[in-house]
C-alpha cells in the first residue's frame, strides 16, 4: 500500500510504496505489455513546437521506447536508454527500427554538445540522492541553445494547500527509507536546479490532473470516477478534457517544464 508524507526540510511529498530499481520496472513493464504509439501525443506534438524534423533527440530513462517510437516516426534521431537491461531488450524487440540502449542518465555515453534536444519523462523524481547528476550530463550533451523537456510529479498549489491544512502526515527522513518511490517536487526548486546546471526555463506547466483528482480529492471521488471512466460518449469526453485542462494549473499531478540550454541570445 502507498504511503504520502510531507518532508518540511526538503519541501517535498514523499511516496512510500517500493524503490524504484530496474528490477521494479522490469517487472512493471512487463506487466503493461506492449505499448500503443501515439505519434500525436504530447512528446511529439512537444518537440516539433521547438525542435526541427531531423533534430537529435535523447530520452533518458525510455522504458518501454514507445515515445522513442513515436518521436522517431514523427521525423526525429531519437535514441532511447534506459538502465533496466530486460527492459531495453523487450523494448528492442517491440521496435526493431529505433535506436534503443542500455544505459544510466547520470553517466552518458555520448560526445559534448551531441543533442538538439532531451526528454525526461518521471525519472528525476525516483533519485534521493538527488538529480543534479542528471542534469548535469544534460547539460553537457545537449548542444548550446538546445531544448531539454522535463516531467515529474509536482507539488502543485493544491497539494501545497492540503499540505498547510494538515492532510499529509508530517514527516523527517534521516536516510533513505528501503522503500522509497519517489518525491513530488516543487516548481521553485526545480527552476533554481535549472538555472544552476545552465538552464534558462521558458515554459511550465501542470499535467495530468485526472492522476491528482483520484489521488488527492477524496471528497468528490464518485464523481471523481464517473468522470474519468472511460466512455464512448462525446459529450463526457469534451467535459472530462474541459475540466483536466481547467485544473491542470493548479492540481496538476506533474508537471512539465521546458528549458533551453544556455541564455536567450541562442
Avoid at 517510437?69 to 531519437?78: C, I
Avoid at 544505459?103 to 525526461?120: A, E, I, K, N, T
Wanted: with cysteine; charged share 25%; net charge neutral.
Amino acid at each position: 500500500m502507498r504511503y504520502v508524507a510531507y518532508w518540511e526540510k526538503v519541501d517535498r511529498l514523499v511516496y512510500l510504496k517500493e524503490k524504484a530499481t530496474p528490477e521494479f520496472w522490469d517487472s512493471w513493464w512487463k506487466t503493461e505489455g506492449k505499448p500503443a504509439v501515439n505519434s500525436k501525443g504530447e512528446v511529439v506534438t512537444v518537440t516539433a513546437q521547438y525542435l526541427q524534423l531531423g533534430s537529435r533527440v535523447l530520452e533518458g530513462g525510455c522504458g518501454r521506447a514507445d515515445k522513442v517510437k513515436a518521436m522517431t516516426d514523427g521525423g526525429f534521431k531519437a535514441i532511447g536508454i534506459d538502465f533496466a537491461e530486460p527492459s531495453v531488450k523487450q523494448a528492442i524487440q517491440y521496435f526493431p527500427d529505433t535506436d534503443i540502449r542500455l544505459g544510466d542518465v547520470r553517466l552518458l555515453d555520448f560526445p559534448d554538445d551531441y543533442f538538439d534536444g532531451y526528454w525526461s519523462i518521471g525519472v528525476i523524481e525516483h533519485f534521493w540522492d538527488g538529480y543534479g547528476s542528471i542534469l548535469s550530463e544534460a547539460a553537457r550533451v545537449i548542444r548550446p541553445g538546445g531544448y531539454l523537456f522535463l516531467t515529474a510529479p509536482w507539488l502543485s498549489p493544491y497539494r501545497k494547500y492540503k499540505v498547510k491544512r494538515g492532510h499529509y502526515p508530517c514527516r523527517d527522513f534521516y536516510s533513505e527509507p528501503e522503500n522509497f518511490y519517489q518525491f513530488a517536487l516543487n516548481k521553485e526548486e526545480v527552476c533554481s536546479q535549472l538555472m544552476i546546471h545552465g538552464f534558462t526555463l521558458v515554459h511550465w506547466r501542470g499535467r495530468m490532473s485526472e492522476i491528482s483528482m483520484l489521488e488527492d480529492m477524496n471528497i468528490y471521488q464518485p464523481q471523481i470516477e464517473w468522470l474519468l471512466r472511460p466512455s464512448n460518449s462525446v459529450a463526457k469526453r469534451i467535459l472530462r478534457k474541459a475540466v483536466c485542462t481547467t485544473l491542470n494549473p493548479c492540481c496538476g499531478h506533474s508537471f512539465l517544464a521546458i528549458a533551453r540550454l544556455g541564455n536567450n541570445q541562442y
